[in-house]
């Protein structure tokens, strides 16, 4: 009995601090979950805030066709009482692919156009000249396009893990397993890496097998999630909300993953050289599944009106999960009304 009254009266607080934030800030809040057409497909958005006057942050997940969704409302949800969260799910991900399973345009440049449509409805549906924008891992590919072709639609860009040129990445990635794999005597380990180099079909036949097949040696060494921890949340995150429970993860990551092959490998931004938006690049210290050291020649490179590299030091390639609280901080203070 008592703690069924503690429970509520935490919850009435809960509310009741909700709705003065609200209050203090102006405006009400908003917690919408829909399909939205894009592109001629319906895609699922889910938008939360504590205030439809707050900022706009328009949110690109990874992958690609791994949403960021429920990660987004475990770890991150705090960015809500700042800022509204858009969480999209482009086509072949998420609810989108749960609704659709085999979506009839999916490629980079148009989940790009798709991306540059709902951010005009953001705009149109918030009165705002310009959001936000956050791209992870692969959605960072995404990201940087739009920055690129649309300037004018955004106030800012967060680069998250940013990809710079996932070929080079890859073999990065590659010499230092190797090192840690030569370093621990794992023969095993030394002779995949290897055959993937010699592109033995009989461990990958795609280029996407193959990465898949290296990024499973990565994380043995701790290069992807840098703290077992830190997986253990992770893993809570994709299994805690009833909306998933359902969710095949691994099929429609492959489904998309073999329809965007092509175009992952062939993004390159090596030669970008200017960009008319801040931009801001978070990364994780231990990241070796995008190594930062690509990241970091860009950025050097990379004309902007503002430009930031923030360092993650407990994290590896998630930062957004691995120091959550960190992450929410870093993004609050750089959105602005």
Known sequence: MCNYFLRNLLLILVVALTTSIASS??????????????????QYVEITGVSDRNPVLLFLHGGPGWTQTPHLRYFNADLTKSMTLVAWENSGTGKSFMKTPEPKNLSLDQIVKDAHQ????????????KIYLAGFSSGSIVGL?????????????FGITQII??????????????????????????????????GDKGVCEREIDCFLKQYELLSKYGGAVYRKESEVEIAKAETKYEDYKDYDW????TYSAYRLEKDLFESDFTTLREVKVPVYFLMGRHDWNLPTSLTL????????????IIWFEKSGHEPLEEEAAKFNRVIAERVRK
């Open 165 to 198: 040129s996932l070929r080079q990445s890859i073999k990065i990635s590659r010499d230092w397993i190797t090192k840690q794999a030569t370093l621990k005597g794992d023969k095993e380990a030394l002779k995949t890496l290897k055959q993937i180099e010699e």
């Open 250 to 253: 691994f099929a429609a990551f």
């Open 25 to 42: 800030q102006g405006g009400s809040g908003i917690n919408e979950r829909s399909f939205i057409d894009l592109g001629g497909e319906l």
């Open 145 to 157: 396009k739009l920055i690129e072709k649309y300037p004018e639609d955004y106030a800012a860009y």
């Open 297 to 308: 020649s860009f950025a050097k490179k990379l004309k902007a009106p503002k430009k930031e």
């Open 118 to 129: 709902l951010t005009q409805i953001l705009k149109a549906k918030f009165k705002k000249n």
